[in-house]
């Protein structure tokens, strides 16, 4: 059952959760006095207006007409109740899940992306400089520049940029220029952090470029809560109160932060976050000031971290491979108001898998982990003999991920 | 701007073009007595139902309500007016598609592969056979066998079993084996005339199956209707009365037979097909009795035709490379009501790319074909200078189609 919203129904303003923490946020410090940064700091890497979502406190923050006018492509997203995977569990409870598969990236990323780049646009940026892993980020932005006319120049892992061409070719459709990282060691793999330095290299060394983060920043998370603010009406659509439990995959946390932080201040809503079992940052993780990169360039964000120099083994799920997570995810995590919980990779395929089949769509990796909380929730309903509402983020489709599937059913899969 | 219609407008019954027609349809012949196929010939191929629909003068056809709801998984889907592809272009016309790629399958192959499995279910076959070129219509059949539990066996291309594994893969994970044909001969790359070959032949040597075909048969083509049906709500939704030119590309038709088929009746519209250069059905094929497949196994068809022995060039719109066209589509051409046109890859490829910017969506080759119909119908408004409407159906998404667009930016293109 699909619950869909009117396009004049685009929600225009972003949900900012920094007012509502328990505590206030403590501060990014810089890298090499490890001061608090300021703006001036930040500045040769984002247009102010970022900078300024980064620390507000105001409790909305207006979505500018030209940005709703990009978002218009794809939203209001769809809100279905999957029952056909309720039937398939014999649950009494009703799941529902936000389909952020259907942008024209296939995940929730362009959510930021397009914001992130308007105000580069409208701030005289001409150039976007990023790095990508896996790719979903890249496409991503790709696409974001080229509705804005901005040049972008996306530095991509190198084993993803040989082993994933299909990302590559996405980013190059859309105009991007795509290069293997690390640019000045053609037979090194690479990593995210590499990738990190190369963009932020760019971005410092030309007057016309700024550099674009795609997940773990509060103004990040910020752009991501219309998610969870359109799922609010749809969810009032289909005659719910609230939701019993809101569940999101967490990488840097911000597909999680994008449906769950319009829930925080309703204490009857439950928040869970999902992570890989190899890469459990929240449910494994120290509580610390960290860098947000593997060389240390970036300011210390206070955040669930395994280490800036953990290395997580390479699960499919690309998307959830990073030491740490958004300061906000950390410190609701931190204070109990959100749960997590860690599952091995074959159970997330497995759950993956009765979705394809029992709702047709074939989720990315990713999505597979918050399905599998999904399905656990369900179970625990079952068990309880309770009607519970739960509300998962479909963060995206997997239709450029189906070696993972290949590999998980030949039993190919890496990592646990 | 969208268009969406509620799930409880998903349309009840599909049209029928048949008694529409202009002349009566020319039956189908028996391949070795060249006599008027009964239900008979065909019953160990397909169940009763789908041979009563592929004769029936019913207007409207009934969806049965265990069809509907799998439908109902991706529809209605939406029709929504391509802004900003109108403002590049700077054309007075208004230009929507209707976009089937919405579905599990990212095609319009599931509205007919959904009805399928489900009279084969209800008859008692146990297990389907087909065929697959690129693997479009086997990707949808297995995502419909998965929703009834049948067992679905696809004989797949071997030439496209090799380069395109995602395919592969796609329909590995909703259930189905998959298999390369020709199967008695692994050195051999295979044709959909071989692989045709392999499934009817698997299908008639057991009692627990049946085949399945995606295209070109008039049940197959009433199936598709749903998508012209909701397309017409839809544009009154939008305030239009009625589009000037309703425009799909063309392999065996049933695409643009769904959205073109339901506006026959009004003289109004002009309906316009697509078609590649290199397999010029048509707008170059001859108009005759001719074999669905290469090895003449198939009744034969009153179609436009290249001749069954036809072997077009590898382009990579697989689903357009078919030697003929569906009867009801080439009827239509012949009497003057419906026009053809056909354009070299890669002025389709240029048009794709202009979406993917402009809209944001990445077609499939096949798609670009559409696009650049509608793109060619806009640059005639502008130049008359007149307010047209134009339709067109967007097919499905190019997610699993990036290597053409490579090869397309790489000057990697083979065929015209």
């Not at 997590?340 to 990796?365: D, S």
Request: charged share 20%; glycine share 10%.
């Amino acid at each position: 059952m699909h619950f869909l919203l009117d396009e004049d129904k685009i929600p225009t303003a972003w949900y900012n959760a920094v007012p509502d923490m328990a505590e206030p946020m403590q501060p990014p410090l810089h890298p090499g006095t490890r001061e608090p940064v300021g703006p001036a700091d930040l500045a040769p890497l984002f247009p102010m207006p970022l900078i300024e979502q980064e620390v507000t406190t105001a409790p909305w923050v207006d979505i500018p007409g030209e940005v709703i006018d990009i978002l218009r492509l794809w939203r209001p997203t769809p809100l279905i109740r999957a029952t056909r995977l309720e039937k398939a569990l014999g649950t009494p409870a009703r799941i529902y899940y936000k389909d952020e598969s259907v942008s024209p990236a296939g995940s929730h990323k362009p959510n930021t992306a397009v914001p992130q780049a308007f105000y580069n646009k409208v701030g005289g940026t001409l150039r976007i400089a990023t790095e990508t892993g896996a790719g979903q980020w890249g496409s991503a932005l790709a696409f974001a520049c080229a509705q804005y006319d901005l040049d972008c120049k996306v530095y991509m892992v190198r084993a993803s940029y040989k082993q994933k061409p299909y990302r590559r070719m996405l980013m190059e459709t859309w105009g991007a220029e795509v290069v293997a990282s690390p640019v000045d060691d053609p037979d090194h793999p690479g990593s995210l952090g590499g990738a990190i330095s190369d963009a932020v290299r760019d971005a410092v060394s030309r007057d016309d470029t700024h550099y674009s983060l795609g997940s773990v920043l509060n103004h990040v998370l910020l752009h991501q809560t219309i998610i969870g603010v359109e799922a609010k009406e749809q969810l009032a659509m289909a005659g719910e109160t609230r939701p019993d439990v809101v569940i999101g995959s967490c990488g840097g946390g911000s597909n999680l932060g994008g449906i769950a932080l319009p829930y925080m201040t309703d204490a009857a809503v439950r928040l869970l976050a999902v992570e890989p079992a190899s890469c459990p940052t929240l449910t494994g993780g120290r509580f610390e000031y960290d860098f947000g990169d593997v060389a240390g360039m970036t300011p210390l964000l206070p955040m669930y971290t395994l280490g800036h120099d953990f290395v997580p083994p390479s699960i499919h799920a690309g998307g959830l491979r990073y030491h740490g997570d958004s300061p906000i995810i950390s410190a609701l995590v931190k204070s109990g108001r959100m749960e997590a919980v860690a599952y091995p990779q074959a159970k997330t395929f497995e759950a993956a898998i009765l979705f394809a089949r029992t709702e047709g769509k074939l989720p990315a990796p990713e999505t597979g982990h918050a399905i599998m909380g999904a399905i656990d929730e369900a179970k625990a309903a079952t068990d309880a003999g309770e009607e519970r509402v739960i509300l998962f983020n479909y963060s995206g489709h997997g239709f450029l991920d189906l070696q993972a599937y290949d590999d998980y059913k030949y039993g190919r899969l890496e990592g646990a």
